[in-house]
């Protein structure tokens, strides 16, 4: 879990600072990483990996953007759950992304490679990655088994999406490779724009 101390500027002018939550359980990253399902679409691993070597300015926004709706959610005040749903079942990070902390923190993890990174791996240490690498092999070693006790054809192997194998002091992310347009030189209003547009 991630704790973020943030400071912005609420609707009526006036400085805020907020502590905010963010998290990805084991089930969660499971579902992500086999949602990779055909050559068409790619699991968040996936998804990362390619960012890595993108330029692609927006895309790597609307990452951190999904990343944050899917992590953020609310303690329970005895601490015992964590909800990322309201009592109607509609996301709480509806109500987050309506708040300027939201924005700030848009802003630093698309245009500070660091905190992006740090944020990442905060979501996904080193030890859960290889719990869910470990359950994706398994699921797909289980598919090919039933497939063939059913004597179901396969063309090819379902693609199994891995986590590089990384000493836990590595991060997952890296700096990225530079992007066509500078983030880090736009203004908060400019890059919620883009982000929006």
């Not at 990483?33 to 926004?61: C, P, Q, Y």
């Amino acid at each position: 879990m991630i704790k973020k101390t943030i400071k912005y500027t609420d609707y009526a002018g006036k400085e805020q600072v907020g502590e905010f939550y963010f998290n990805m359980s084991k089930g969660e990253l499971v579902l992500l990483e086999m949602s990779a399902v055909d050559e068409n679409t790619e699991g968040m691993n996936d998804k990362l990996n390619r960012l890595i070597s993108s330029r692609n300015g927006k895309e790597i926004a609307d990452t951190f953007k999904e990343i944050v709706d899917l992590a953020y959610g609310e303690r329970t005040v005895d601490q015992t759950r964590f909800q990322k749903e309201d009592e109607n079942g509609k996301s709480l990070a509806i109500r987050f992304r309506s708040t300027g902390a939201y924005s700030e923190l848009i802003y630093e993890l698309a245009t500070d490679a660091e905190k992006g990174a740090e944020f990442i791996n905060g979501l996904m240490p080193q030890n859960l990655r290889d719990e869910v690498n470990k359950e994706v092999s398994s699921l797909s070693a289980r598919e090919k088994s039933e497939a063939a006790m059913t004597g179901f054809k396969q063309k090819e192997a379902p693609s199994v999406v891995t986590v590089p194998e990384l000493p836990a002091s590595e991060p997952i992310l890296e700096k990225p490779a530079p992007v066509e347009e500078d983030f880090s030189k736009l203004t908060k209003e400019e890059l919620l724009a883009k982000l929006q547009g």
